[in-house]
C-alpha cells in the first residue's frame, strides 16, 4: 500500500467514524431537528471557511453562476436529507434511521439512470430486489425499545425520503464536475444557514452549555473537519476502497446506539439491515451475480 492510499484510508475511516456518531451528539442535543441543522450549517461555514482559507483549498474562480446555481440546488437538498434524517433518529432509533438510510445507492441509481443516463444492469437489479427485501423485513418488525408503531413506521419513511434527497444532491454535485469540492461545500451550508435562519430567529436559544459544545461540535467536527477529511480520501483512493470504507458509518452508528442508548436490534431488523448493507456493498463495489460468494468485481460495470 502506497502512502497515499495509505493516508486516504485513514482520512476515510476517520470521516465514517464521525459521521457515525453523529446521531449521538444530534440527540443529546435536545435541540429541535430545525435547531441542530441551522447551527450544523453556521459552524460548518465557519469551520470550511477557516480550513480553506488556511490551506487554499478554495478557488474563487470557479465562481461562475451555474456553479453557484447548482451548488445552492444541492445545498437545499443536503439540508432537506439532513432535517429528514435528523427526525428519523427519535422516532425508530439511530441503528434502524441508519440502516435505511442505507438505500440512498439505489435512489441515486435510479436518479442516474432518469437524468444523467447512467445504464441499469441486471445485477444493479438483483441488489436493489435485496436492499427492497431487506427493507420489508425492517417494516414488519415490531419496534422495540418504547417506539410506537406508528413514530416506528414514520422514522421509517424519514429515513426513505432522507435517503432520497441525498441522492438529488448527489446527482446535483455530479453535475458539478471540476468543481472542488469544498467550495460546493461551503456553498451548501451557507444555503442552509439562509434557509433556516427565519427558523432559529424564532426559536429559543440553546440554554446551556453542553447544549452549545454538542451543537459546535456537529458543526466543526461532523461537518467541517468530516468534509475535509471525507473529499481529501477520495482525491486518493480507488474508488472501490472508497466504497467498502464507507461501511464503517452504519456499523459505528448502530454501535453507538447499543452503547449510548441500549437498542438491540431483533433477528428480523438484523437480517433487514444486512440484507440493505449487502446490497448496497453489492452495487457500490460492483459485485458479480457470477462471483459466488460474490468477491470478484463485475468487468462490465455501470457507473454507481
Known amino acids: ?25 444530534v440527540l443529546m442535543s435536545g435541540q429541535p431537528v430545525a435547531g441542530v441543522v441551522f447551527w450544523r450549517c453556521v459552524f460548518g461555514a465557519a469551520t470550511l471557511a477557516g480550513l480553506a482559507a488556511a490551506f487554499g483549498l478554495i478557488e474563487l474562480r470557479y465562481l461562475r453562476p451555474r456553479v453557484i446555481v447548482l451548488s445552492v440546488a444541492g445545498g437545499v437538498a443536503i439540508v432537506v436529507n439532513w432535517l429528514l434524517l435528523f427526525a428519523a433518529y427519535p422516532r425508530a432509533s439511530i441503528s434502524i434511521a441508519t440502516m435505511v438510510y442505507n438505500t440512498q445507492p439505489f435512489m441515486l ?15 444493479k437489479l438483483f441488489w436493489l430486489s435485496v436492499s427492497f427485501a431487506g427493507m420489508i423485513a425492517i417494516v414488519s418488525a415490531k419496534p422495540a425499545g418504547g417506539f410506537e408503531p406508528a413514530n416506528y413506521l414514520a422514522g421509517i419513511g424519514l429515513a426513505l ?27 451548501q451550508v451557507i444555503t442552509g444557514a439562509v434557509m433556516l435562519a ?3 430567529v424564532k426559536a429559543a436559544l440553546p440554554q446551556d452549555g453542553m447544549q452549545w459544545t454538542l451543537l459546535i461540535a456537529v458543526g466543526v467536527v461532523h461537518t467541517g473537519i468530516m468534509y475535509v477529511l471525507l473529499y481529501g480520501a477520495i482525491q486518493k483512493l480507488p474508488t472501490h476502497v472508497t466504497g467498502a ?17 441500549g437498542q438491540a ?40
Do not use: C, H
Open 161 to 187: 425520503a432522507a435517503a432520497f434527497f441525498y441522492a438529488i444532491a448527489a446527482v446535483v454535485t455530479k453535475l458539478l464536475k471540476g468543481t472542488p469540492p469544498q467550495l460546493i461545500a461551503l456553498i
Open 1 to 25: 500500500m502506497d502512502r497515499d492510499t495509505r493516508r486516504g484510508s485513514l482520512e476515510m475511516a476517520a470521516a465514517m467514524l464521525i459521521s457515525g456518531t453523529i446521531g449521538l451528539f
Open 245 to 261: 470504507l464507507s461501511f464503517i458509518y452504519p456499523i459505528a452508528a448502530i454501535l453507538v446506539d447499543r452503547v449510548a442508548f
Open 265 to 304: 436490534l431483533q433477528p428480523v431488523q438484523i437480517a433487514g439491515s444486512a440484507a440493505i448493507l449487502v446490497a448496497a456493498a453489492g452495487t457500490n463495489l460492483g459485485w458479480n451475480l457470477r462471483s459466488i460468494p460474490f468477491i470478484r468485481p463485475e468487468t462490465e460495470r455501470g457507473t454507481s
Open 198 to 200: 427565519p427558523f432559529a
Open 109 to 123: 441509481l435510479g436518479l442516474g439512470a432518469l437524468f444523467l443516463g447512467e445504464r441499469i444492469t441486471p445485477t
